[in-house]
């Protein structure tokens, strides 16, 4: 791009010049007494003329022509943005990549991305993300204040409005001459929103550009929308409906990872088993739905319990599992010390049948102390789960080799 414009500016002045000689050459032939200066004093209008004609001319070609390749330019980015993004990408990396178009298409200086949808909300551990491009160095602040242009301005009204105007307070874009408001939307239902802050004011640029932004807009919602289904399905995929904690499928998978990290970079893993004493005796006397009732209550109190690092699946029954990265297997008999005496002094409501005190026990096994492999350490701690069991229940044991 860069080097036609240039060519189109040495056309312009080269054109210019030729136009000049010639005027001056055609004078001269015509009146061919006349000195220079004489001719140049006879052919100035002309030149002048011709030569502004010319210069208009060239600079509207100009003109149009950057303004046909930054609309190639936007659309080419649009295009990337709909190959690269896809329903599957992690929530974040579709932000971050939505965002990013946006402050190459309006050259800011600061973007923000918020998430205003509750629903999308639960697949993302961070609803705001902001990029700095620091295009420009300096900027033009206006006396009168910012402008905001706004896309679809009708979508944006009272929470999602006051959380733009929040968005705009809180990252100081009212420093910048112009603010872009930019709402993701499906049916009058605001997912996302952009805020770009930057150093340009022209309310043709926007009109310009209205068209295609509000295309991608759609566009965008509608990946939003499609991400958000799949993301149910792949969490519908690994998480136990009863307890809503994680299944057997995704332990599996997360600690084949954990290990692999943990070999690479030197740090311990551990894993528990738990499962209800005498948990049987709750079936037969409440039968299943109740118990299952026992069971959700169950995990949701102990979920409780852990630590933010800590994963528990319910492995199947009333077995569960739990993943500790970077914990010794001292530190997994804190956390099982701290499960077992919760659930002892907790007292499980079965609606109007009573309460019911429960009592669990736990096996461990850590890597690497007591395995090389996640398959060797699951079994490992089972059979320190056998020995809790066999010496009586509600008892904590850390594998030991025989």
């Known amino acids: ?55 208009f001319v ?118 910048f001459p112009t603010v872009a408001i930019v709402p993701f939307a499906n049916e009058n239902r605001v997912m996302a929103t952009a805020v770009v802050g930057f150093d340009r004011r022209q309310r043709d640029f926007f009109e310009y550009i209205k068209e295609p932004v509000e295309i991608f807009s759609k566009q965008v919602s509608s990946i939003f929308e499609s991400a958000v289904l799949h993301q149910k399905i792949v969490l519908a995929s690994i998480t136990d409906s009863l307890t809503g904690l994680y299944n057997k499928r995704y332990f599996q998978k997360r600690i084949k990872e954990e290990i692999s990290k943990a070999r690479r970079n030197y740090f311990p893993v551990s894993v528990i088993i738990s499962d209800l004493d005498n948990f049987k005796y709750y079936v037969d006397k409440y039968g299943h739905p109740l118990t299952d009732i026992l069971l959700s209550q169950f995990a949701a109190f102990v979920k409780k319990l852990l630590r933010d690092s800590d994963i528990i699946c319910r492995f199947g029954g009333d077995e569960f599992i739990y993943l500790l990265p970077f914990s010794d297997s001292l530190e997994a008999y804190r956390v099982a010390d701290r499960v077992k005496s919760g659930v002892v002094s907790h007292e499980f409501r079965l609606d109007d049948n009573g309460s019911v005190y429960m009592t669990m026990s736990f096996g461990i096994a850590s890597f690497p102390e007591h395995g090389d492999t996640w398959e060797e350490i699951v079994k490992n701690a089972d059979r320190a789960l056998f020995v809790s069991k066999e010496k009586g229940k509600n008892m904590i044991s850390v594998y030991r080799a025989e």
């Open 58 to 175: 060239f600079t509207l070609v100009e003109y149009y022509y950057k303004k046909i390749i930054d609309y190639n330019l936007y659309l080419k980015a649009f295009h990337r943005f709909q190959m690269d993004a896809v329903p599957a990408m992690p929530v974040e990396d579709l932000s971050l990549k939505t965002l990013d178009v946006l402050t190459k298409i309006f050259k800011g200086d600061t973007a923000v991305f918020v998430i205003n949808d509750n629903e999308l909300k639960q697949f993302v551990k961070n609803s705001e993300f902001v990029i700095n491009s620091g295009v420009s160095g300096t900027y033009r602040k206006s006396v009168g204040g910012y402008h905001v242009r706004t896309f679809y301005p009708g979508i944006l009204e009272g929470e999602t409005m006051s959380q733009v105007e929040e968005i705009i307070k809180k990252y100081s874009l009212s420093k």
């Open 1 to 55: 791009m860069e080097k036609e414009r240039k060519l189109l500016t040495l056309c312009k002045y080269s054109s210019i010049l030729l136009i000049v000689v010639l005027i001056l050459f055609y004078s001269g032939y015509l009146q061919p007494l006349k000195s220079l200066k004489m001719l140049l004093n006879s052919a100035w209008l002309l030149m002048v003329v011709c030569g502004g004609l010319l210069f």
